[in-house]
C-alpha cells in the first residue's frame, strides 16, 4: 500500500519560512518523479516544484529563488524549503509521486497559510 505522509504545514508571516516534508512507503522511492503541487480556495491545483529521480529540479515562476525541492533517497523523503513566503502562497500543499502518468499517488495534504 502506498502512502505519502506530509508534515510541516501551519501559519507563518508574510516574509517568513516553512520546510514541507513528505515521507513516502510502498513505492520504490528512488524511481519515482516526486512533485509539491497547491491549491487554494476556489482555484485549479498546480505544480509548484518537482524533482527528478536524476536529481533534477523544476519550479513554477512565481516560486523561483524563494523555494527548494529536495530528496532523500535513504530516507524515501521530499522536501520543500519555502523561503520568503507571500500571502499569494497559501494554498494545501499536496505531495505527489509519478512513476508514469497512469501510475501516480498523491498525500493527503497539509495546510500552509501565510497571513500576519
Known amino acids: 500500500q502506498v502512502q505519502l505522509v506530509e508534515s510541516g504545514g501551519g501559519l507563518v508571516q508574510p516574509g517568513g519560512s516553512l520546510r514541507l516534508s513528505c515521507a513516502a512507503s510502498?513505492?520504490?522511492?528512488?524511481?519515482?518523479?516526486m512533485g509539491w503541487y497547491r491549491q487554494a480556495p476556489g482555484k485549479q491545483r498546480e505544480l509548484v516544484a518537482l524533482v527528478i529521480s536524476d536529481g533534477s529540479t523544476n519550479y513554477l515562476d512565481s516560486v523561483k529563488g524563494r523555494f527548494t525541492i529536495s530528496r532523500d533517497n535513504a530516507k524515501n523523503t521530499v522536501y520543500l524549503q519555502m523561503n520568503s513566503l507571500k500571502p499569494e502562497d497559501t494554498a494545501v500543499y499536496y505531495c505527489?509521486?509519478?512513476?508514469?502518468?497512469?501510475?501516480?499517488?498523491w498525500g493527503q495534504g497539509t495546510q500552509v497559510t501565510v497571513s500576519s
Open positions: 510502498g513505492i520504490i522511492f528512488s524511481t519515482y518523479t
Open positions: 505527489n509521486a509519478r512513476y508514469t502518468v497512469a501510475r501516480h499517488y
